[in-house]
């Protein structure tokens, strides 16, 4: 569903209707498989703060497989802002995304952006100043809602047919693709990267949980309110598919490489469930990153960490 109802300066707030907005970058400021015996709770010592836990050697090999046919001419990519961005929202199936694009009538690279929120709270809009930035850099950025406090299989549908909604639209180059998520995001993000692997160059994921399993196995280890509350709604997300709901456990040679980012003192170790995910794509395709604290997800996505993701994705997709 496109549409243009207005052309404005985006100063702040959500999107919504099917709006068109031209965005002078100067505006803002800096910033499956059948049911199964779940696996076992992965198990083994934390590794050293601020250094990879995994060593990445990938970085500049990019992706190996078949993608969609890249559209010609596409545009440059850039670490600095330059581009005046074009900010529309689009329906599919029950749900709303809003698209990022630069004002520029080239091909561009896409980034999808799936906020966390424990698989049943959070919108589209927590992503809305990230996805802005990202498009002043020569992305189209799309922002994607999906069904909350259901079945990841249900999730997971949200999310594709969101993409497919952008793919071939708003000067999108699907042979360009990137996914983003935080938390619950990240892994809604790596399940479809694993179920679509040649549509997507890469995946960037900040505290994700890989298994809902060992969410689940955690959560009800550590009593306390945010560790219950993971413990809950992975029971409800999984709906007793354990298997198919870890995406660690579904990965080929083709799956996208990975880049992942969490804290030393998270309130489970979102690292160390990385990890999983890491080990089964293998060390030249993935990295993780430990830092300091304990941030979670979104709150990790700032200053040289964020600077060091974009960078990488735009390796991939080169």
Not at 137 to 155: F, N
């Amino acid at each position: 569903m496109r549409g243009m109802i207005s052309r404005r300066r985006f100063l702040a707030g959500a999107v919504t209707g099917a709006t068109l907005l031209v965005v002078p970058r100067d505006v803002l400021g800096p910033t499956g498989l059948a049911s199964a015996t779940p696996p076992a709770p992965a198990k083994g010592p934390a590794t050293g703060i601020d250094a990879p836990l995994v060593s990445a050697t990938n970085a500049s090999q990019g992706f190996a497989g078949p993608h969609p046919k890249r559209i010609a001419g596409g545009s440059a990519i850039t670490l600095a802002r330059r581009y005046d961005v074009v900010v529309e929202s689009i329906r599919y199936r029950a749900q709303m995304g809003t698209v990022y694009r630069p004002d520029v009538s080239a091909a561009h690279p896409v980034v999808y952006f799936l906020h966390g929120g424990f698989w049943e709270g959070g919108s589209r809009h927590q992503y809305d100043h990230e996805a802005q930035t990202w498009a002043e850099c020569g992305w189209v950025a799309v922002t994607l809602d999906y069904s909350l406090a259901t079945g990841y299989r249900v999730m997971v549908q949200d999310v594709w047919a969101g993409v497919g909604h952008v793919e071939g639209q708003w000067y999108a180059d699907g042979a360009r693709q990137v996914l983003f998520g935080d938390s619950a995001g990240g892994h809604l993000a790596a399940l479809v990267a694993v179920q679509h692997p040649d549509h997507f160059a890469g995946q960037i994921l900040w505290s994700p949980v890989i298994s809902p399993w060992n969410a689940f196995h955690d959560g009800r280890a550590l009593l306390i309110p945010a560790t219950s509350r993971l413990s809950r709604t992975a029971q409800v997300v999984a709906a007793g598919n354990w298997r198919s709901a870890d995406p660690s456990l579904q990965v080929s040679p083709r799956t996208p490489a990975l880049w992942i980012a969490g804290s030393s003192r998270e309130f489970v170790s979102f690292a160390r469930q990385g990890q999983l995910l890491v080990k089964a794509i293998g060390a030249r395709r993935g990295e993780v990153h430990l830092v300091k604290g304990d941030r979670h997800g979104k709150s990790l996505e700032q200053g040289p960490l964020l600077r060091s993701a974009r960078a990488w994705a735009r390796q991939q997709i080169q």
